[in-house]
Every structure is written in C-alpha cells, then in structure tokens.
C-alpha cells in the first residue's frame, strides 16, 4: 500500500462496510456499533482483509511487471506516466478555466505600460468565480430588499416570536410523552380530566386511610382548608408527596412506590379538594397558605374595629381575619 489508490479503496471500503451494518443490524434509534460493540471487531477484521488483498495485489503487480521484456517494461511505464498525467484532466481544465489567466506564452499581450524599477504589471482579467460570485450577491441582494422590505416580509424579531413559540409547542409536546421526566422545580398543575382521574385513583389506593375519601382529615391533616403544614401548591404538595412530611410524625416518602407523573396527577387532584367542605373536617393544621403567583382580580378590605380587619379575594374563598395584637 504505497499509492494513494491504495488508500482511497481502504478507506472507501471501510466506509461502506459501516454503512451497510449499520442498514443490516436493526439498533433502534442509537448507533448499531454503540449498541453493539462487537462490531468494532468486524470492522477490525474487514480492514485486516481489505489491507491483506491491496499487499497482495501490490506484490503480484510486482511479479508480473518483473516478468516483461526491457521493451515492455518502458512500454508499461509510458502508459502509467500518460495516465497519472490525464487524471483528473477534467477538473484541472475547469481550474485553470475557473481562474481565467493567461497562459505564460500569452502574458505579453496584457502587460501594461508601467514599469517599477523592471517590474511590469499585467492586466489579468477578474477570476471567473469571483465575478459570478459577485453577480450572485447583487442579485441576493435585490431579492432580499424585495422580500423584507416591499413586501413586509418577517424580520428577526418576528422570526425569533414564531421560533420561541413553536420550541413551546415542542416543549408542551415533550411533556405529554415524557411525564415521567417530572421533579419538584418543574412539575405543574395538570387540569386534564384523565389526569385527574388518575390522580383520584392514586388518592383513593394510598391516601384515603390517614386524609379520608374526602380529604377532611383522620390521621393526617385536612387537605380541604386553607392550613398547610409544608406549604401548599403543587410543587409543595408534590414534593411532600415525593419526600414525606416531618421527620418521625409525617407521612412517608412515595418517590419509591409512585412514579413522577403519579405523583403530579395525585398533587394536582388534591388541589380540586380545596374548600369542598366535607362533613365532620378536622381542625386546621399548619399555617395559612397563599400563592403570591395567583392572579387575583379584586381585593377587598374592610374594616371591622379598631383592631382587626378582614381580606376577601374575588377569586378564591374568604382568606382570614387579621387581628392586631398588642
């Protein structure tokens, strides 16, 4: 293997040998010589062969020019030298075509009259390429006014709004087929009702015997009222749920037994338990919680005494009162 043929047929070889396993070995998604790392070793023997046929028809093509007569030998050795000399022959015309310059023999007939000290100047003519190439971009340019600026076409700006808003397509899309891929800094209320069936079902399996069928609360706390011991919302509810509650007096942990999305399908369908008043509830547990990200359309404050006011929130149940201490 001392030619560049000799090279490019091993290397092609290789390539194709690649190829055609990756086509045959069925890998799914990921790489076949990823999956299976045995085919390094194929593709070790493969160059082991490809490498053995090129030495050995190296040495017959040594054995069978040593075999002709002096007169032969020259003969062979003319016809490869012409050969190596049309190789390529096509491309090397379409180069020297490409850079549009005179031949040596002819530079006399565009040397220019100033002379430097017996430095003469030629008046070659531009390279082909670089003209059309400057052509091709005066007519990009026309093109691109026209679009963008005659016709209103979209600027970056607006390019970037579509952009952002199709990556949150994908974005929602990846969510819906990857729910498992949820933890506490991501996971959101999830308001499909399928999901809150299941949400319900996983309530009904696990949690019914320490918050009750309706959430008002046995063993563990009232999930109905406005008290939460470790905050409410999902993500609280989730990471409760995931983690457990208080060290030695909570709830376990169910990141074990529930999967992500069970989890965010159970946290969600706790939230719909909010204020249903089930009968006979247990006390309040916890302090009063508030999401400062909820909208809120309209508040109002009235003054009952001199000492206490009350806060009421159009959109959610009546908060508290607040009493002034002294």
Known sequence: MKTTASYLRVTGFMILAFILLEIIVESGESWAIVQYPIIWAILAMVLFFAIALEIIAAALHRILFAGLSAEAKANYIATETLRDQNRFAWFKRKYKAMLGAKPIANEQ?????????????????LPPWWTWLFYISIVFAVVYFVY?????????LDEYEMELAQAKQDIEEFKK???????????ELLTEPSDLAAGEAVFVANCVACHKASGG???????TDDYWILGGGI????????EGGRAGKGMVAWKTDLKPNEMAQVASYVLTLHGTNPVDPKEPEG???????APVDNVDVKIIDSTSIKIEMS???????IVSGN
């Open 109 to 125: 007939e565009i040397v220019l009259d100033h002379n430097y000290d017996g430095i003469r100047e030629l008046d070659n003519n």
């Open 148 to 156: 963008y600026e005659v016709f209103d076409g979209p600027s970056q």
């Open 177 to 187: 087929n990857n729910k498992d891929l949820i933890d506490v800094n991501t996971v």
């Open 217 to 223: 609360g046995g063993i563990g706390p009232n999930l």
């Open 235 to 242: 993500k609280n509810i989730f990471n409760t749920i995931s």
């Open 287 to 293: 302090d009063i919680w508030m999401d400062e990200n």
């Open 315 to 321: 959109n959610d149940a009546k908060i508290e009162s």
